[in-house]
């Protein structure tokens, strides 16, 4: 089967996460490609700052234990985080007040509520952004700093301001998540807000792709069982859902 541009590109950074470096010729073969088409690839990464090329290959400029892009990562995975934004927006009722996060799966869960009568806090500018377009939707725009490059908002106006409100919904999104680790994050002013959202809310929901499980990122978030539910797309069956359905007590697959 034919591999989308999404899926090639998020295997030539796995393969170059893994090996660090390797020649046109060598990602060709690996993806089943011409070299013509991986070096257009390469080009593209190497605008988004993922990697750099030299004559002939190209190297990570990203390390495993460090977060990357957010172009990169809204390309990878997208059907699984399409999936979880349909599965995120069946949950919510119309009224709900709702803390939603960013990252490339808060925007995807953004667009897919366009249309629903919802009150929404946004913790990224992105994903501001994506709700403005729906004139249903009333934004709650917290204050905060706001990070560069990833624009969400952290610090202590941000924490402050979800801690005087009380939401009936917390999305929570996460770079990595294992039974051990529990939900983790790559920044820890992130994660300071995502605590204080999930203090906030009656309710969380953990929003989540299955290629993040076993991946923990540098600040922890909260225990794997802290939300009330767990949504998860592209979960395989075998040890991983083992692991996952013992640790916490509703996991809705999508």
């Known amino acids: 089967m034919a591999q989308s541009k999404e899926e090639r590109m998020q295997g030539l950074v796995e393969?170059?996460?893994?090996?660090?470096?390797a020649?046109?010729?060598e990602l060709a073969t690996a993806m089943a490609v011409t070299e013509m088409t991986i070096r257009r690839d390469l080009e593209v990464?190497?605008?988004d700052g993922v990697l750099e090329r030299f004559h002939g290959g190209a190297r990570m400029l990203i390390s495993s234990s460090y977060e990357p892009p957010l172009m990169l990562r809204e390309r990878m995975h997208s059907e699984e985080k399409?999936?979880?934004a349909r599965g995120v927006s069946e949950l919510l009722r119309d009224g709900d007040t709702v803390i939603l996060d960013g990252g490339s799966t808060g925007i995807a869960v953004a667009r897919a509520l366009t249309g629903r009568r919802l009150t929404v806090c946004p913790l990224s500018l992105r994903v501001a952004w994506e709700l403005a377009q729906s004139s249903s939707i009333t934004l709650l725009m917290p204050p905060g700093t706001v990070r560069h490059g990833e624009l969400s908002l952290s610090g202590p106006d941000t924490t402050e301001h979800l801690a005087r409100h009380r939401f009936d919904h917390y999305v929570m999104t996460a770079s990595g998540f294992s039974v051990a680790a529990g939900l983790t994050?790559?920044?820890?002013?992130d994660a300071a807000v995502k605590r204080a959202a999930l203090g906030g809310a009656k309710r969380t929901t953990a929003a989540v792709d299955a290629s993040k499980f076993g991946r923990d990122a540098f600040a922890t978030i909260c225990d794997l069982a802290a939300p009330a539910s767990l949504i998860v797309a592209g979960l395989k069956g075998g040890a991983d859902r083992d692991a996952i359905t013992r640790a916490v007590a509703s996991v809705i697959e999508v």
């Open 185 to 189: 994050e790559w920044n820890a002013d």
């Open 45 to 47: 990464l190497e605008r």
């Open 23 to 25: 020649s046109v010729s």
């Open 82 to 84: 399409r999936s979880l």
């Open 15 to 21: 393969i170059l996460r893994r090996d660090e470096k």
